[in-house]
């Protein structure tokens, strides 16, 4: 496969591929699940502690996972604390669903 063309596709289309994107890994998912459960979210060291993978894998799926903004950042000392940021989880959420939803209506 070569490299992907989104000159070619509407602005709606290369967003819902960004957010499959970022589902579509079960670190990412992991992550994005552990950190949602954090109540003053948390630094990359305790999802490294929680995940099981090296800190350099956390952070490029933590980049992966800010690229769509659904994460919160903040000083934390010398490290970084994340959250989840419940508005942008609420439009994922809501895309993927309009998504199924109006390919299902097409379909019948």
């Known amino acids: 496969m070569g490299t992907s063309k989104f000159n070619i596709h509407d602005a709606d289309v290369n967003y819902l591929a960004k957010v499959a994107k970022v589902f579509s890994h079960p670190a990412r998912v992991a992550i994005i699940r552990y950190i949602s459960c954090c109540d003053s979210g948390c630094i990359c060291n305790d999802i490294v502690n929680e995940i099981g993978l090296a800190q350099p894998t956390i952070s490029q799926h ?6 769509i903004g659904l994460l919160n950042q903040t000083a934390k000392g010398k490290s970084l604390g994340y959250s989840i940021n419940a508005e942008k989880l609420n439009e994922c959420r809501r895309i993927i669903n309009d998504f199924f939803v109006k390919t299902q209506i097409n379909c019948c």
């Open 62 to 67: 933590l980049s992966e996972i800010k690229k």
